[in-house]
């Protein structure tokens, strides 16, 4: 198991120990280091901010909203930051959900996976650069078919460091994630629950097999031949007193379930509901949407918050943390003070 950490969005400002924790994650050979962005901060600026102060860890956007910028926009920003960390660059994507997309960004959301489709083929072709641009899609089209009528295919005046820079794909549902394993190198889970491996790995396959991938087998592992991350982020609380480390999860938990995104179109209740837990999003959903965010959080179970994150003394994270070996995670994303990141990579590394 490769470890990573990251930033996720800012609430006043950036957090203090952002930089501490890159480096200190590249000095303990960390995989990569990930920034987040929903309507607030973005996830470029920060990531090549801090990332000019490393040499050797992965940078990589979990995740860049593709409603928030054209292709070519991202197309740019990949060879940029690629070009700038010295080959380095994770380009994270992902579609978000209707209300940001069409409330922040002012973009229809419906057939999101035909979208990335095309948006993920015309950055493609952008890196490649072996010609000018031209796309025509039902949702990208290159150049406009319309304006001033002068618009001309182009191929970027910069030549890409790599014309390979790894794409990742966030995603939740099955056929998202089959869309992860058949057009990108990665695939950047949320809310992962170890026991539901299966339901992923037969998703992941769906997308392998389509795109004539080496298959994961009955170990629930990425084979070794896929060249293919999975990167989980997980939240990891240390404390003796596992109900007190249970109550700085709950509240995310609770947010992401009842509060992002409507009652019928929130993709992370989903999730939820296929974990087995239909009951208890179905009740944290109607307290939140009717303002009752404590009681909310308060009704999540401690079985619910130990199946996504690790809490408790440092022995019970060592044992649950065994959970993630033989599934498709390659790399856990942590998520905590800088402090923990040694303790952790020294639990990985003795097994």
Request: glycine letters at 10%; aromatic letters at 8%.
């Amino acid at each position: 198991m490769k470890l990573a950490t990251g930033v996720g969005y800012w609430a006043a400002g950036p957090p203090p120990d952002a930089l501490e924790t890159l480096q200190l994650a590249e000095q303990l050979g960390f995989h990569s280091f990930w920034t987040a962005e929903a309507y607030g901060s973005d996830a470029l600026t920060p990531l090549a901010w801090w990332g000019s102060h490393t040499e050797r860890i992965g940078l990589g956007t979990g995740i860049i909203q593709i409603s928030a910028r054209t292709p070519a926009a991202v197309g740019m920003a990949a060879i940029t930051m690629d070009h700038l960390s010295g080959g380095r660059f994770i380009l994270g994507l992902g579609v978000s959900g209707p209300q940001v997309v069409e409330g922040w960004y002012g973009q229809p959301y419906p057939r999101p996976l035909a979208r990335t489709r095309e948006y993920i083929e015309i950055v493609r072709a952008i890196l490649e650069r072996d010609k000018p641009v031209s796309f025509t899609g039902d949702h990208y089209q290159m150049p406009f078919p319309g304006g001033m009528g002068l618009g001309k295919p182009l191929k970027s005046t910069v030549h890409p460091l790599r014309v390979d820079v790894p794409i990742y794909l966030g995603a939740e549902g099955p056929r998202n994630v089959a869309l992860a394993a058949e057009l990108c190198e990665g695939w950047l889970p949320l809310f992962f629950a170890p026991k539901d491996n299966q339901f992923y790995a037969d998703a992941l396959n769906t997308g392998f097999a389509a795109a004539g991938k080496p298959l994961i087998g009955d170990d629930g592992r990425i084979p070794d031949d896929a060249d293919f991350e999975v990167v989980c982020p997980i939240s990891v609380v240390p404390d003796d007193d596992i109900e007190r480390a249970a109550n700085r999860i709950r509240p995310m938990l609770a947010l992401y379930m009842g509060g992002m995104g409507a009652r019928d179109a929130n993709f992370h209740y989903d999730v939820f509901c296929r974990m087995g837990y239909q009951h208890v999003a179905d009740e944290v959903q109607d307290m939140y949407l009717t303002g009752h965010k404590q009681e909310a959080a308060a009704t999540i179970p401690i079985e619910l918050v130990e199946e996504v994150s690790l809490i408790g003394p440092m022995d019970k994270i060592a044992a649950d943390l065994r959970r993630w070996d033989d599934t498709v995670v390659t790399v856990l994303q942590l998520s905590g003070p800088p402090t923990l990141l040694a303790a952790m990579a020294e639990l990985v590394a003795t097994g």
